[in-house]
T-cell receptor
Framework: DTGVSQNPRHKITKRGQNVTFRCDPISEHNRLYWYRQTLGQGPEFLTY????????KSRLLSDRFSAERPKGSFSTLEIQRTEQGDSAMYLC????????????????FGNGTRLTVT | AQKITQTQPGMFVQEKEAVTLDCTYD???????LFWYKQPSSGEMIFLIYQGSYDQQNATEGRYSLNFQKARKSANLVISASQLGDSAMYFCAMREGGGGADGLTFGKGTHLIIQP
């Protein structure tokens, strides 16, 4: 079963350092999403891609965050100059959306990358 | 305003009993989907069940069913014959079809603990 894969599972970094996370979606899925989840909260939408195009960014995505999906396959999420408030679980998800619409397509999530900024 | 409201932060239930997890939603879009996810302590989000706004019947998937009351904007998850492995966080989520943000909007979750 080739589900959504995220690496690394855990990342501990010092404040001010840059970090990069990788997500490999389910191979036939055309949409890829990044979410952030803090303790005791539901996941919050950050951004999503349709193939290689980044179509939407949340206000939560400050200019220190950048996401890419070259060639429409895997995606990376980079956080520059990390702050303690960036400590969270970063979840990646993918879905297959047809021309008929997207609202009935479930998102399939990876296991997440837990970031701790010290 | 909250788009997804889950009013039960935590629940304790005896094994083998049925459980109802509450979810109410807010949208003016006629086309939307409602989803439930399970998140065990290991962290992965597991898709459980989906209900579309135009679906006439309540969705069912094995021991999971969704009690969809459209006029009340309610989409409660029912787990029949609960098992110890059902202990987890449960999130209700909505996706609107009207061209807004494509991602799911999640509630704050309910922490379900099944007791032997």
């Amino acid at each position: 079963d080739t589900g959504v894969s995220q690496n690394p599972r855990h990342k501990i970094t010092k404040r001010g350092q840059n970090v990069t996370f990788r997500c490999d979606p389910i191979s036939e899925h055309n949409r890829l999403y990044w979410y952030r989840q803090t303790l005791g909260q539901g996941p919050e939408f950050l951004t999503y891609f349709q193939n290689e195009a980044q179509l939407e960014k949340s206000r939560l995505l400050s200019d220190r965050f950048s996401a890419e999906r070259p060639k429409g396959s895997f995606s990376t999420l980079e956080i520059q100059r990390t702050e303690q408030g960036d400590s969270a679980m970063y979840l990646c998800a993918s879905s297959l959306v047809t021309v008929l619409g997207s609202y009935n397509s479930p998102l399939h999530f990876g296991n997440g990358t837990r970031l701790t900024v010290t | 305003a909250q788009k997804i409201t889950q009013t039960q932060p935590g629940m304790f239930v005896q094994e083998k009993e049925a459980v109802t997890l509450d979810c109410t939603y807010d949208t003016s879009d006629p086309s939307y989907g409602l989803f439930w996810y399970k998140q065990p302590s290991s962290g992965e989000m597991i898709f459980l069940i989906y209900q579309g706004s135009y679906d006439q019947q309540n969705a069912t998937e094995g021991r999971y069913s969704l009690n969809f009351q459209k006029a009340r904007k309610s989409a409660n998850l029912v787990i029949s014959a609960s098992q110890l492995g059902d202990s987890a966080m449960y999130f209700c989520a909505m996706r609107e079809g009207g061209g807004g943000a494509d991602g799911l909007t999640f509630g704050k979750g309910t922490h379900l603990i099944i007791q032997p």
